[in-house]
């Protein structure tokens, strides 16, 4: 039985840990590491004809960083003041690690989408990361401070509001909390009311079956994967004996009705993908696989896990396998997982995670957005990453501690502008770095 005053007294006791208003200072570490040192140590363990795809990708715009940067950030976190308030972190919390997905039902569901990174900490860090990537996709779209900060003070207020609201449920109420579609319609100004219907119609279209349109061709009167250097091309070769073992490994990781339903699938071909812009060079692959017939086809992603980059900061994952990390946070955060999800040790004892290409998935476009739509986006992520960390986390300390004020949306406000300012130098070195030589980088569209 939870002790409610217990919970309320600690979370308010965090405030002497890490008063609220402590959130928006931010200052760079005297031994702050050297963002591009932190980068070029991760391309060590990344492909090596991918890296320059990914610098490339970063060079962007900062909000192209930030996304890349999750390492970075993770280390200028740890150097502030924690609550110690724990969740189960996302890790990589930033406005496009959001949007639509099918639940198992078939119903379209808004939530994180993103969980490379996932580990226990701080409930701040992930508040923190969306924030930043609030304020800094604000700027990018050529919106004053005054509408980044009120943007990123929106998201903060909506996540402190939520908390606030599921601390008073119960447990099974909690569990079952889901944003629909039809929660998030009337939040959406009429002006563009038009344009989300019409992105959320192309979500559902989504599916293997327009991947099977998109990365397939008929040769020989079979489907194959049409390959696309270096984005989208022939994996190493695997016999037959490899394959086999690598989908009986990833099958026992899935529930009893899954592995009968992936038995009615037969393994066609794999090739190598890129995927996303922190994620390039990591190793990447989709199998294409057909059922019935070549018309049925089931398109699975497989993607390294590495370790979280807030594992150097925290303590160690439970897990030592780390697919299986992002497979258990994922479950434990999203309220809905795709129903392939699971994990297999790959060649050279790399570990991976399955799940499927494409289903029914959707983010939204930051780079079009007006000040009042980005505000409304980003409390709407503030509502999903409440919940996420509601279902890991004490809700009720967390909630005591956000208190019925706004001074923890402000701090976060104040704080996403100053990380912003980072971010613009910190992109600003990687440009440098690559126009002088000193980091090679790569434009492939």
């Not at 002006?191 to 079956?209: G, V």
């Not at 996403?416 to 971010?423: E, F, G």
């Not at 910190?426 to 980088?441: F, P, R, Y």
């Given at each position: 039985?939870?002790?409610?005053?217990?919970?309320?007294?600690?979370?308010?006791?965090?405030?002497?840990?890490?008063?609220?208003?402590?959130?928006?200072?931010?200052?760079?570490?005297?031994?702050?590491?050297?963002?591009?040192?932190?980068?070029?140590?991760?391309?060590?363990?990344?492909?090596?004809?991918?890296?320059?795809?990914?610098?490339?990708?970063?060079?962007?715009?900062?909000?192209?960083?930030?996304?890349?940067?999750?390492?970075?950030?993770?280390?200028?976190?740890?150097?502030?003041?924690?609550?110690?308030?724990?969740?189960?972190?996302?890790?990589?919390?930033?406005?496009?690690?959001?949007?639509?997905?099918?639940?198992?039902?078939?119903?379209?569901?808004?939530?994180?989408?993103?969980?490379?990174?996932?580990?226990?900490?701080?409930?701040?860090?992930?508040?923190?990361?969306?924030?930043?990537?609030?304020?800094?996709?604000?700027?990018?779209?050529?919106?004053?401070?005054?509408?980044?900060?009120?943007?990123?003070?929106?998201?903060?207020?909506?996540?402190?509001?939520?908390?606030?609201?599921?601390?008073?449920?119960?447990?099974?109420?909690?569990?079952?909390?889901?944003?629909?579609?039809?929660?998030?319609?009337?939040?959406?100004?009429?002006?563009?009311?038009?344009?989300?219907?019409?992105?959320?119609?192309?979500?559902?279209?989504?599916?293997?079956?327009?991947?099977?349109?998109?990365?397939?061709?008929?040769?020989?009167?079979?489907?194959?994967?049409?390959?696309?250097?270096?984005?989208?091309?022939?994996?190493?070769?695997?016999?037959?004996?490899?394959?086999?073992?690598?989908?009986?490994?990833?099958?026992?990781?899935?529930?009893?009705?899954?592995?009968v339903l992936l038995d009615r699938y037969r393994f066609v071909e794999a090739a190598r993908k890129v995927v996303g812009v922190?994620?390039?060079?990591?190793?990447?692959?989709?199998?294409?696989?057909?059922?019935?017939?070549?018309?049925?086809?089931?398109?699975?992603?497989?993607?390294?896990?590495?370790?979280?980059?807030?594992?150097?900061?925290?303590?160690?994952?439970?897990?030592?396998?780390?697919?299986?990390?992002?497979?258990?946070?994922?479950?434990?955060?999203?309220?809905?997982?795709?129903?392939?999800?699971?994990?297999?040790?790959?060649?050279?004892?790399?570990?991976?995670?399955?799940?499927?290409?494409?289903?029914?998935?959707?983010?939204?476009?930051?780079?079009?957005?007006?000040?009042?739509?980005?505000?409304?986006?980003?409390?709407?992520?503030?509502?999903?990453?409440?919940?996420?960390?509601?279902?890991?986390?004490?809700?009720?300390?967390?909630?005591?501690?956000?208190?019925?004020?706004?001074?923890?949306?402000?701090?976060?406000?104040?704080?996403?502008?100053?990380?912003?300012?980072?971010?613009?130098?910190?992109?600003?070195?990687?440009?440098?770095?690559?126009?002088?030589?000193?980091?090679?980088?790569?434009?492939?569209?």
């Open positions: 039985m939870t002790d409610l005053a217990e919970e309320i007294r600690r979370g308010r006791a965090a405030r002497k840990q890490a008063p609220r208003t402590s959130h928006g200072r931010w200052i760079p570490a005297a031994g702050r590491p050297e963002p591009l040192a932190v980068l070029e140590a991760q391309a060590k363990s990344r492909e090596p004809d991918l890296v320059p795809i990914r610098y490339g990708r970063m060079a962007v715009s900062p909000f192209t960083y930030l996304r890349g940067a999750p390492a970075v950030m993770a280390a200028d976190l740890a150097g502030q003041q924690q609550t110690g308030l724990t969740v189960q972190l996302c890790g990589d919390a930033h406005l496009l690690n959001f949007g639509v997905f099918a639940s198992p039902e078939r119903a379209l569901l808004f939530d994180l989408n993103d969980f490379d990174e996932t580990l226990p900490g701080p409930f701040e860090w992930d508040v923190k990361r969306l924030v930043a990537s609030v304020a800094v996709a604000g700027r990018d779209n050529g919106q004053p401070d005054a509408r980044a900060w009120q943007a990123a003070r929106a998201a903060a207020e909506s996540y402190r509001l939520s908390m606030r609201r599921l601390a008073g449920l119960g447990e099974l109420d909690v569990w079952y909390e889901r944003i629909t579609t039809e929660d998030i319609v009337p939040l959406v100004r009429k002006m563009d009311r038009e344009r989300f219907h019409s992105q959320l119609e192309k979500a559902r279209r989504r599916t293997s079956l327009q991947a099977v349109d998109k990365l397939t061709e008929t040769v020989d009167g079979h489907r194959r994967i049409v390959h696309d250097p270096p984005l989208l091309e022939a994996a190493p070769d695997i016999d037959a004996a490899a394959v086999r073992k690598i989908l009986s490994d990833y099958r026992s990781t899935l529930p009893e009705d899954r592995r922190g994620s390039v060079g990591t190793r990447c692959f989709v199998a294409l696989m057909t059922g019935r017939d070549d018309e049925d086809p089931l398109f699975l992603q497989i993607k390294q896990a590495q370790r979280s980059v807030l594992e150097p900061h925290l303590p160690k994952s439970a897990y030592r396998h780390q697919g299986q990390r992002v497979v258990a946070g994922q479950r434990l955060l999203q309220a809905a997982s795709d129903i392939f999800l699971g994990w297999v040790s790959g060649p050279q004892g790399r570990h991976f995670y399955w799940r499927q290409l494409r289903d029914m998935k959707g983010s939204a476009d930051i780079a079009t957005m007006s000040p009042a739509l980005l505000r409304d986006y980003a409390a709407l992520c503030g509502r999903a990453l409440a919940r996420a960390h509601a279902r890991s986390g004490d809700r009720i300390a967390i909630a005591a501690y956000l208190g019925g004020s706004d001074t923890f949306d402000r701090a976060m406000a104040a704080f996403a502008l100053a990380y912003a300012d980072r971010t613009v130098e910190d992109h600003a070195a990687l440009q440098a770095a690559i126009a002088s030589g000193a980091i090679e980088a790569a434009t492939v569209t």
